[in-house]
């Protein structure tokens, strides 16, 4: 029986505190990373080969900011790093509620009344369905505005505009906008990168995503009728080339990830964990995410397991 079972399409903060690494790795990798690039030394510390591999390139694959001489020190990388990060990983859970609910902020800030809030409990547990703010909205108690204003003060983030932000593909794959409901965007400059959310913020997902891209991710709330507006858009966007797979064991997702770094050849690769997710971003070329469709980027996501 096949250990893993994979499917290929265009689909397109961590728990961990890792710093984050720039996608041009040789500049951002410590000084043992730059050594083997330079000069072509094998990252893998257990290596037992080192330079001896005289006919291959000394230039990619890299991973991690390290270069490594055969498929077997890429092997074992990976397998390091899917320990890394998949220790103490825990399946998610519903979390403690720390933060205020939202009707009770609203009412503390007189922006409904009890009344109003009363209203909208009973129509929620009636229907079953909906949010409490969209109940609100629904039944005239206020505006989806300052349910939006309100969400922002829960989660300490800003409102996000639709109209001063565009759709910034790379950052993510494409998947990860209806598992995680993340809105991948950035400013006209390019420069500030947000994920946009309609109810709640995923600072998790954030921080992977700022470990892949080398640059700060931050967090904001679209009011309900821009994030329907702007998630209308997701589907006429070309996001990275993604495969999306499920392994047995850790091992065997390590051996998936070394055969697709062996196979591409990268420049730059990466690994972190997405919640339930292991995401490998592979760069083949330099200034990969561009206009043209975030040509030269690979992305590979794996379910370990019962995960």
């Known amino acids: 029986m096949s250990l893993l079972r994979s499917r290929t399409g265009q689909t397109s903060r961590s728990e961990f505190d890792h710093e984050p690494l720039s996608l041009n790795e040789i500049e951002g990798a410590g000084e043992g990373a730059k050594h083997s690039l330079f000069i072509g030394r094998c990252s893998n510390p257990k290596c037992r080969s080192g330079w001896l591999q005289l006919f291959r390139g000394r230039t990619r694959p890299v991973f991690e900011g390290g270069w490594t001489c055969s498929a077997d020190c890429t092997r074992e990388r990976l397998e390091n790093a899917v320990r890394r990060e998949l220790g103490g990983w825990m399946p998610k859970v519903e979390p403690h509620r720390h933060r205020i609910p939202l009707g009770l902020l609203m ?43 309100a969400l922002s003060v829960q989660w300490g983030c800003p409102i996000l505009s639709a109209a001063n932000l565009k759709l910034s593909t790379e950052l993510l794959p494409r998947l990860f906008i209806d598992a995680f409901g993340a809105l991948p965007l950035e400013d006209s400059s390019g420069r500030i990168l947000y994920l946009g959310f309609e109810q709640s913020v995923d600072t998790a ?91 030269g980027i690979r992305d590979l996501v794996c379910r370990v397991g019962a995960i």
Not at 128 to 143: D, H, M, N, P, Y
Not at 235 to 242: E, W
Not at 263 to 269: A, D, F, H, N, V
């Open 107 to 149: 009412l503390e800030r007189g922006w409904i009344t009890s009344h109003q809030l009363q209203q909208a409990i009973a129509a929620q547990r009636e229907e079953g369905k909906f949010r409490i703010g969209e109940w609100l909205v629904k039944q005239g108690a206020t505006s989806e505005a300052l349910v939006a204003r």
């Open 205 to 295: 997902l954030a921080l992977s995503i700022e470990r892949i891209m080398g640059k700060r991710i931050d967090c904001g709330i679209l009011p309900s009728s821009s994030y329907v507006e702007v998630l209308g858009r997701v589907s006429d966007q070309r996001f990275p080339q993604v495969q999306v797979a499920e392994a047995v064991s850790e091992s065997a997702a390590a051996r998936l990830f070394a055969k697709s770094i062996e196979r591409e050849q990268p420049i730059s690769s990466r690994l972190v964990r997405a919640h339930e997710w292991l995401w490998l971003r592979m760069i083949l070329k330099e200034h990969a995410a561009s206009a043209a469709g975030c040509e």
